[in-house]
Nanobody, 131 residues
Framework: QLQASGGGLVQAGGGGSLRLSCAFSGRPFRMYAMGWFRQAPGKEREFVAAIGRSYGNLYYKSVYADSVKGRFTISRDNAKNTAYLVMNNLKPEDSAVYFC????????????????????WGQGTQVTVSS
């Protein structure tokens, strides 16, 4: 089960920021890759960022959509069974419903970026960036 939270209304420019959280329960969190996707009205769901399961102690492979590189950061805390998406320098085009997703993966090198690769989805959380 996934529970996303942290959305809200922010103003563009001036460094508007938000942190989304995705709480995971019911299965061994550390064995799952976590992804964030978003969907704006009238548009298809699109990939935002994903993070793999750990290798070594704390290193995780992460992947970002080009549109958010350098502005968004995905992370995870296995002790809290939670994934995060920190969104900085938000723009009006970032406005959408954001969804978190989880998928069991066998190795740390597998970081799915396609929505169809994820079997587990949380409810969305609305992010609105005003101009």
């Amino acid at each position: 089960q996934l529970q996303a939270s942290g959305g809200g209304l922010v103003q563009a420019g001036g460094g508007g920021s938000l942190r989304l959280s995705c709480a995971f329960s019911g299965r061994p969190f550390r064995m799952y890759a976590m992804g964030w996707f978003r969907q704006a009205p009238g548009k298809e769901r699109e990939f935002v960022a994903a993070i793999g399961r750990s290798y070594g102690n704390l290193y995780y492979k992460s992947v970002y959509a080009d549109s958010v590189k350098g502005r968004f950061t995905i992370s995870r805390d296995n002790a809290k069974n939670t994934a995060y998406l920190v969104m900085n320098n938000l723009k009006p085009e970032d406005s959408a419903v954001y969804f978190c997703a989880a998928q069991y993966v066998r190795t740390s090198s597998i970081v799915p970026t396609a929505a169809g690769s994820y079997d587990n989805w949380g409810q969305g959380t609305q992010v609105t960036v005003s101009s």
